[in-house]
């Protein structure tokens, strides 16, 4: 990717994303369930560029959606809406009615939620199905702000008020329970921890089947598995490692199996690229200051997350340390850390790689700092415009 940066830096707008396909990872993994009942649901949350979603629903990905919006854009895409579900902990009315109205699997997550999908059921005159989002209490082992799937999360039901919701489900004719659902986190490394929450689950499934629920034949452990961000070469589990640790519980129980990746699939399909704008040194320490910010890619200021970043060319002189930051009026705006390359000039190129997730979907325009455009990169290096970067006149019509 890095041969066509060049393209980028030649003309204005210089902040830019680049992306290509993410079928190269969505393939190993339906490869990985093909003797599996599955639906891979990609997460459009980790980035909704249009493009993108076109490419991934004509793969045969289903979608996992949090809002009503999302749906909307995922019918846009072409997804088929009998392999997507919608998850959240706080769904509106009029969400729920589009959900029902497109036989979308919804996850209960509580009470209110419960009472809500009903409404919207009745409403439309069409059976909601429903998934239960159960909690395991499994500590990811990942930053707070991903964790989950712990029993104090804000997501998921009160797992010991159970019966309340198999019970009132059940007296509803409205309302066909079809499945369970957790969600561990985002980030996880180790893939025994889906073993874990699988074998959980399992024992809820057990007492639910009991109880006479038909058409129950769904398992969601949602997604969250890491990728390489250090590029140290790291052993990073691939999808078919995570597979292998539930493939048992799914076929002993004669279960579908759903998953929700997202990052997996297009993180490392993703860079942002920047321009050098100046060096400085304060004290002690240097600073490489680019055209790009915590306003395009906001992981490394909300999380303190590492991306890798490099130079797009060979440097002269020595290497040394830099944090990379923005011109945004925050000193929280940096897109790496105590980075070492050689001092980079003024107009030259710095790349974030694994910026095709949770980057240009968080992008806000803080200080006014414009979303960039994305570009498609593909096989031959072609540079193709898949969203233009955004102006000041697109804030001003606002105001119209």
């Known amino acids: 990717m890095l041969r066509t940066i060049a393209q980028i830096e030649s003309s204005p707008p210089k902040t830019a994303c680049l992306h290509n396909t993410p079928t190269g990872h969505s393939i190993p993994l339906a490869e990985a369930l093909k003797d599996i009942p599955s639906i891979v649901g990609y997460a459009i949350k980790a980035n909704n560029n249009l493009h993108i979603l076109k490419e991934l629903s004509q793969s045969g990905s289903?979608?996992?959606?949090?809002?009503?919006?999302e749906l909307q854009l995922a019918m846009a895409a072409g997804f088929d809406a009998s392999r997507t579900v919608f998850n959240g902990n706080g769904k509106l009315p009029w969400e729920l009615q589009l959900a029902v109205k497109h036989r979308v699997m919804i996850n209960v997550d509580s009470e209110f939620d419960l009472q809500n999908i009903s409404e919207a059921?009745?409403?439309v005159g069409t059976p909601a199905?429903?998934?239960i989002r159960i909690n395991p209490d499994i500590d990811p082992e990942v930053h707070p702000y991903v964790s989950t799937g712990l029993a104090g999360s804000k997501f998921g039901i009160r797992n010991s008020h159970l019966q309340w919701f198999l019970d009132t489900i059940k007296a509803d004719t409205m309302v066909q329970l079809v499945g369970v659902h957790s969600h561990l986190g985002s980030t996880i490394t180790k893939v025994s921890l889906f073993r874990d929450a699988a074998t959980k689950m399992v024992e809820y499934i057990k007492e639910i089947r009991s109880q006479g629920f038909d058409d129950f034949k769904f398992l969601n452990l949602g997604g969250g598995l890491g990728i390489d961000y250090y590029h140290r070469g790291d052993?990073?589990?691939s999808p078919r490692d995570l597979v292998e640790q539930i493939r048992g519980t799914v076929m002993d129980l004669g279960l579908t199996l759903i998953l929700e990746p997202g990052r997996s699939l297009v993180a490392n399909t993703g860079a942002l690229v920047n321009t050098v704008v100046g060096t400085k040194t304060n004290g002690t320490k240097n600073f490489a200051v680019v055209d790009g910010s915590m306003s395009a890619l906001i992981?490394?200021?909300l999380?303190?997350?590492?991306?890798h970043i490099e130079r797009t060319a060979p440097g002269n002189g020595p290497a040394e340390e830099f944090d990379v930051v923005g011109p945004v009026c925050e000193s929280a705006d940096f897109l790496g850390k105590a980075r070492t390359?050689?001092?980079?000039?003024?107009g030259e190129g710095l790349v974030v790689h694994d910026a095709g997730a949770y980057c240009m979907a968080m992008a806000s325009t803080y200080n006014l700092q414009?979303?960039?455009a994305e570009y498609w990169v593909d096989e031959a290096g072609s540079l193709k415009q898949i969203r233009r970067g955004e102006t000041l006149d697109d804030h001003l019509a606002l105001f119209d």
Not at 62 to 69: E, F, I, K, Q, W
Not at 303 to 307: G, N, T, V
Not at 341 to 346: D, G, K, L, Q, V
Request: net charge positive; hydrophobic share 40%.
């Open 235 to 237: 052993k990073i589990p």
């Open 129 to 131: 199905r429903v998934l």
């Open 299 to 301: 992981r490394p200021s």
């Open 121 to 123: 059921a009745h409403a």
């Open 370 to 372: 414009m979303r960039p």
């Open 341 to 346: 390359f050689e001092r980079p000039a003024a």
């Open 303 to 307: 999380y303190d997350a590492y991306q």
């Open 62 to 69: 289903g979608a996992v959606l949090v809002s009503g919006n």
